[in-house]
């Protein structure tokens, strides 16, 4: 008997990452696991649940020379693990829906078609994604492909948060304040109303701080307004990516030093950030530890940051009722979410330093006016449930 299963894939430039969950109300997780260096020197991770053991391996260059060879060797790899297991639906993570994808989507060859026109919006990840889904779709012809946006989340914040002051002829053309890691926000949001529902009727800024790394303010549930905008390179510095910069730097660096644009956006894409300004990685851990003042430069820079983008967020706000950390940084840097919290009292954050070193989920004293909170997010759950509901509904409708 086959036991029908969901599998979630997000494809970036050399990886791809996967879950697989069990259909059930709510998905259980039965393994996740990635592929990374795709097309250089592969190799394959994984946690294949319980009684099994971690895989880690190097893979032949041949086993995942592409996203199609990289699906083909996990999907191997789960055969062997769960032999009766057959996916009805998978999920993707798609980075951007455009003006238009403001939920999760079945993946029609029209949806596909609008999808691709996108492309030019985020060169770096969408034509992964996209390529994630032909390699689903040629290995799962029968299963549902569910498109789920980084960008969605965002797309019902107010107009003066959605324009650049360029021309009007450009937002029209969809050069607009998108925002990203919205799959990250409606995860913490929907804990927040589970564990914490008078939070999240409130206002709240979460901290998504990973290598990746963007802040959001959420009024009720719903994004206000988001440090990332057209792309995922605005707002903070994250691990190799610059966040906010004068644009006049691109003018300068293209004008008067002769660079090309592929130039400029190596630089600002994989040169800057964390690495950029140490000079010596884009992993905060390997920063905290190296004691030196460059790698110190980088960590006074990047809590500077979100301080100053808090207060901005909180001012969009009209206040503050919780400031919520996750991602890798945010859920594991004690030392971070101190420097970031101290003396933050004038807005209502006041935080418990045994809790915070404890990793406690309330790390704020009992006094604090407002919460601070770090809460794990789950990308790919959010990813599940909504490919899980896609395919009830899709169900339901042809009954
Ligand atoms: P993510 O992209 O969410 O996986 O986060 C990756 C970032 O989290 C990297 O910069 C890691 O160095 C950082 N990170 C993970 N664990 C810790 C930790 N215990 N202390 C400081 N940074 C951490």
């Known amino acids: 008997m086959s036991r029908p299963v969901t599998l979630t894939l997000n494809a970036g430039s050399s990886s791809l990452k996967f879950s697989l969950y069990d259909i059930s109300g709510e998905p259980a997780q039965l393994a996740a696991g990635l592929v990374e260096n795709i097309g250089k020197a592969p190799r394959l991770k994984a946690d294949l649940g319980e009684g099994e053991a971690r895989v880690a391996r190097e893979l032949d260059a041949a086993q995942a020379a592409d996203h199609h060879g990289a699906l083909s060797t996990v999907l191997d790899l789960l055969r062997q693990t769960f032999p009766t297991a057959r996916a009805s639906v998978v999920g993707h993570r798609v980075v951007h829906g455009g003006p238009r994808f403001s939920s999760p989507m079945v993946v029609t060859d029209g949806v596909m078609a609008e999808l691709r026109k996108l492309a030019p919006f985020a060169p770096i990840h969408q034509p992964h994604n996209l390529a994630g889904i032909a390699a689903a779709q040629a290995a799962f012809p029968e299963a549902l492909q569910v498109a789920c946006f980084d960008t969605a989340f965002h797309r019902h914040h107010p107009k003066a948060n959605d324009v650049f002051a360029l021309p009007r002829e450009y937002y029209d053309k969809g050069i607009r304040r998108y925002g990203f890691h919205g799959l990250s926000y409606e995860y913490v949001s929907g804990e927040l109303k589970r564990i914490a529902p008078l939070i999240h009727a409130g206002r709240v800024v979460v901290a998504h701080l990973g290598n990746g790394a963007s802040m959001c303010a959420i009024l009720d549930g719903r994004s206000v307004a988001s440090t990332m905008g057209f792309t995922a390179l605005d707002g903070l510095p994250m691990g190799t990516r610059c966040g906010q910069v004068d644009p006049g730097v691109i003018f300068y660096m293209v004008q008067q030093e002769g660079r090309t644009i592929d130039e400029v956006r190596d630089i600002f894409y994989n040169k800057s ?127």
Request: aromatic content about 4%; proline content about 2%.
């Open 273 to 399: 950030g964390l690495l950029g300004l140490s000079g010596i990685s884009n992993d905060m851990r390997v920063l905290e530890s190296a004691g030196v003042p460059e790698a110190n430069e980088a960590i006074d820079y990047f809590v500077f940051r979100i301080r100053r983008e808090l207060g901005g967020l909180a001012a969009a706000l009209g206040g503050l009722d919780a400031l919520v950390f996750c991602g890798g940084i945010g859920e594991n840097s004690r030392k971070i979410r101190r420097r970031i919290c101290d003396g933050l009292d004038w807005i209502g954050l006041e935080l418990d330093h045994d809790r915070n070193d404890s990793n406690a989920r309330v790390i704020s004293t009992d006094f604090s006016r407002a919460r601070i909170m770090v809460v794990p997010t789950n990308e790919e759950l959010v990813i599940a449930r909504a490919a899980q509901r896609l395919l009830a509904e899709g169900q339901a409708a042809t009954a």
